[in-house]
């Protein structure tokens, strides 16, 4: 990536590339092509269904950014070669524990939100450890968590509560400095101004009368936004973005060139964990409860969103931009379905079409410039 | 590569078809949309989207249907959003968890959308986020009742076959229904997931393991017709006492054919059709219904069951 002075003396072993061969064969160039393509569909097709208005935009923004948490963390590990199918169920796990912490134990938020953290991130280093040390496929492993930690989601509540809903978060979590950075709204004054200079509709009546019907950016768009540049600049501005690339594309040779491919490995699942809690927290903070259904398939959604951004399942190829990209186009059309009115009954057709139609376009482009076969 | 292209301009075709149809379909006249909190799975709910599809019909208004398609409540919570920035004239929704969707349906109200709670949730509920008016069963007195006839026919131990665990509702009518028989619910409850073979198998096992069980107590359609299967299969169809809330085609035969006592309807099509008949005269004419509805519940038994059996599934 460095654009070293043509004086200095070329390395023969680097190949060179035209600058514009360079910007094609981005693994992103599909998510971006794409991105231009389901706007330019959604602003002809759905532009005065309230899609585009303040709430509209909120809507498929708050939706997108969902689905960027858990793509980063799902990306930067299939990238590193593996896989985690538990995020769903560790999304229904983790705010479910924040519930029992805080509410049934009476914990404060900010210790209970950080006990969960600690937990979350030690079921991923388990998870990545026994990979590690099995050598089992982490497909098996993780859906074996999927089992596992949904199935505590459901068990622990019942047992304790008798119930597999536990509310009353948003009253325990008042004013907690942790609850805040999770589940609270910034900005919230230029909204107001927005609101009250008419740039963005009002309520009408009730107690928020006179109140912009978007309040604020919720910190869940922050997480998404600070996350994809983490995961950005660790994957392409560092050494250890290096050794993820190297762990997916050839673990042996990679270890064999000195790269802690166990290390790295073992911190992707963790941060994928990190990721999934972020989701259940910020969640959990802003309904003021949790159940034990929560987060079901977003596993899928993950990878898909992941795959769209035109990473490749195979590990050793693959961009949190393009990820973020294909969570910023999956979220969109998922949206925008509804606003374009479409039978919902057809929905899952849409979303498998699409899904299919986007792999089979990062393939094809893909192969087309880079001439592999 | 020239295949390719053909195939994918093909494709875009095929799915941009029904976007066409449903963006050019907007007729005049109101708007109204029905949020549910119902999985795509969940087959009772036919019955919800024929009730809007003909008060619609009959009302001259535009009527759509949404649900989460895995019945997860967050995302509830972003379809009620949704519709509200879509600008209908009213919203029909249900209030399955007060927690989750409270804020969304009072961010509806607030911004000008006539709100009506139908189904889940109670009158209390919907007094509270500012909706006109509640259309529904409440649950834990519809299983109260229910309790109460199965004490009376003598039954003192159950099984409730619960296939939607995380629905709090579902739990109220199980908990309604030992309150009523006047017994602890405990484990007489069970986690029955939504795949037809594996209710089956767990009710098997469950009265294998508990072969004194009195009743059982079955959620919906979904729990119902594999039980049915699991009691023709274990030679107790007909013996124990059965009981099932709402009502579909094989409950119906069940209860003709004597293996059910009762089902309770709590007639859905009531829930969908009523409300859309009554914002739309509400926002045409100004006129509104003082009370809440109680669309249920009502003991269906063996008598008078041919109009049922005409329209199972599709209206009752």
């Not at chain 2, 969707?101 to 709100?115: E, F, R």
């Not at chain 2, 519809?142 to 039954?155: C, H, I, P, S, T």
């Given at each position: 990536m460095s654009n070293a002075p043509t004086e200095t003396a070329v390395d023969e072993r680097v190949k060179s590339r035209s600058r514009f061969r360079e910007a094609l064969i981005r693994p992103e160039l599909g998510g971006m092509v794409g991105t231009v393509a389901v706007f330019t569909f959604f602003l002809l097709f759905a532009f005065d269904s309230g899609m585009f208005n303040s709430q509209g935009m909120m809507n498929w923004s708050i939706v997108s950014a969902q689905f960027m948490i858990i793509a980063v963390g799902a990306c930067l590990l299939m990238i590193s070669g593996e896989f985690d199918l538990s995020v769903g169920s560790m999304i229904g796990f983790t705010g479910m524990m924040i519930a029992i912490f805080s509410v049934t134990l009476g914990w404060p938020v900010w210790l209970a939100i950080l006990t969960t953290f600690a937990l979350a991130v030690s079921i991923?280093?388990?998870?990545?450890?026994?990979?590690?040390?099995?050598?089992?496929?982490?497909?098996?492993?993780?859906?074996?968590?999927?089992?596992?930690?949904?199935?505590?989601?459901?068990?622990?509540?019942?047992?304790?509560e008798r119930k597999t809903i536990i509310g009353g978060i948003k009253d325990v979590a008042e004013g907690d400095w942790l609850a805040f950075l999770f589940g609270g709204k910034i900005l919230t004054g230029v909204f107001q101004w927005l609101g009250d200079a008419g740039l963005i509709a009002t309520f009408?009546?009730?107690?928020?009368?006179?109140?912009?019907?978007?309040?604020?950016?919720?910190?869940?768009?922050?997480?998404?936004?600070?996350?994809?540049?983490?995961?950005?600049?660790?994957?392409?501005?560092?050494?250890?973005?290096?050794?993820?690339?190297a762990s997916g594309g050839d673990a042996e040779a990679a270890r064999n060139s000195g790269v802690p491919v166990n290390k790295v490995k073992i911190l992707m699942f963790m941060f994928t964990a990190f990721c999934a809690t972020v989701f259940a927290t910020c969640q959990v903070m802003e309904f003021g409860s949790a159940a034990a259904d929560r987060g079901?398939?977003?596993?899928?959604?993950?990878?898909?969103?992941?795959?769209?951004?035109?990473?490749?399942?195979?590990?050793?190829?693959?961009?949190?931009?393009?990820?973020?990209?294909?969570?910023?186009?999956?979220?969109?059309?998922?949206?925008?379905?509804?606003?374009?009115?479409?039978?919902?009954?057809?929905?899952?057709?849409?979303?498998?079409?699409?899904?299919?139609?986007?792999?089979?376009?990062?393939?094809?482009?893909?192969?087309?410039?880079?001439?592999?076969? | 590569?020239?295949?390719?292209?053909?195939?994918?301009?093909?494709?875009?075709?095929?799915?941009?078809?029904?976007?066409?149809?449903?963006?050019?379909?907007?007729?005049?006249?109101?708007?109204?949309?029905?949020?549910?909190?119902?999985?795509?799975?969940?087959?009772?709910?036919?019955?919800?989207?024929?009730?809007?599809?003909?008060?619609?019909?009959?009302?001259?208004?535009?009527?759509?249907?949404?649900?989460?398609?895995?019945?997860?409540?967050?995302?509830?919570?972003?379809?009620?959003?949704?519709?509200?920035?879509?600008?209908?004239?009213?919203?029909?929704?249900?209030?399955?968890?007060?927690?989750?969707?409270?804020?969304?349906?009072?961010?509806?109200?607030?911004?000008?959308?006539?709100?009506?709670?139908?189904?889940?949730?109670?009158?209390?509920?919907?007094?509270?986020?500012?909706?006109?008016?509640?259309?529904?069963?409440?649950?834990?007195?519809?299983?109260?009742?229910?309790?109460?006839?199965?004490?009376?026919?003598?039954?003192?131990?159950f099984l409730c076959v619960n296939h939607y665990i995380v629905q709090p509702s579902s739990q109220e009518r199980c908990q309604g229904f030992a309150d009523g028989l006047g017994v602890e619910l405990g484990t007489q409850m069970i986690d029955a997931g939504q795949d037809p073979a594996e209710i089956k198998n767990r009710v098997l096992a469950y009265l294998s393991a508990n072969p004194d069980t009195d009743a059982v107590l079955t959620l919906g359609p979904t729990s119902a017709d594999p039980t049915i299967l699991a009691l023709e299969e274990n030679g107790m169809a007909g013996d124990i006492y059965f009981g099932t809330f709402d009502l579909g085609g094989e409950i119906v035969k069940g209860i003709k054919a004597g293996v059910i006592q009762w089902g309770i309807d709590q007639q859905p099509f009531l829930q969908a059709y009523l409300p859309v008949v009554v914002m739309t005269n509400y926002h045409r004419y100004g006129v509104l219904p003082g009370n809440n509805i109680n669309s249920g519940p009502g003991f269906v038994t063996a008598d008078g069951l041919e109009k049922i059996e005409m329209f199972a599934g599709e209206y009752r």
């Open positions: 991923g280093a388990l998870n990545g450890f026994i990979v590690i040390r099995t050598g089992l496929p982490s497909f098996i492993v993780t859906l074996a968590f999927w089992f596992i930690l949904r199935g505590f989601a459901i068990f622990l509540p019942q047992v304790i009408t009546r009730g107690t928020r009368e006179g109140q912009p019907v978007v309040d604020g950016i919720p910190m869940l768009i922050v997480w998404a936004i600070g996350l994809i540049i983490f995961g950005h600049v660790l994957l392409t501005k560092t050494k250890f973005g290096n050794w993820i690339y079901l398939l977003k596993e899928f959604e993950a990878i898909i969103a992941v795959v769209i951004g035109g990473a490749l399942l195979t590990g050793g190829y693959g961009s949190v931009l393009g990820a973020a990209l294909g969570a910023l186009i999956f979220g969109v059309v998922q949206q925008g379905l509804f606003f374009l009115n479409v039978e919902p009954s057809l929905f899952r057709v849409f979303m498998g079409v699409i899904l299919l139609g986007a792999v089979i376009l990062n393939t094809y482009i893909r192969r087309i410039i880079t001439g592999e076969r | 590569m020239t295949s390719l292209t053909k195939k994918l301009a093909l494709a875009a075709a095929v799915a941009a078809t029904p976007l066409m149809a449903a963006t050019t379909a907007s007729a005049e006249g109101e708007k109204y949309i029905l949020v549910s909190h119902a999985p795509d799975s969940d087959s009772w709910w036919n019955t919800i989207k024929n009730g809007i599809a003909l008060a619609g019909e009959q009302m001259g208004v535009d009527v759509e249907y949404r649900n989460p398609p895995s019945g997860d409540l967050a995302d509830m919570a972003r379809i009620i959003e949704q519709a509200t920035a879509s600008g209908p004239n009213g919203i029909i929704t249900t209030l399955a968890d007060y927690d989750v969707l409270s804020g969304p349906i009072k961010s509806a109200v607030d911004s000008g959308v006539d709100v009506i709670i139908m189904n889940t949730g109670s009158p209390d509920q919907a007094r509270e986020v500012g909706a006109l008016m509640y259309v529904g069963q409440p649950e834990y007195d519809a299983g109260y009742a229910a309790g109460l006839r199965a004490k009376g026919d003598g039954v003192g131990s």
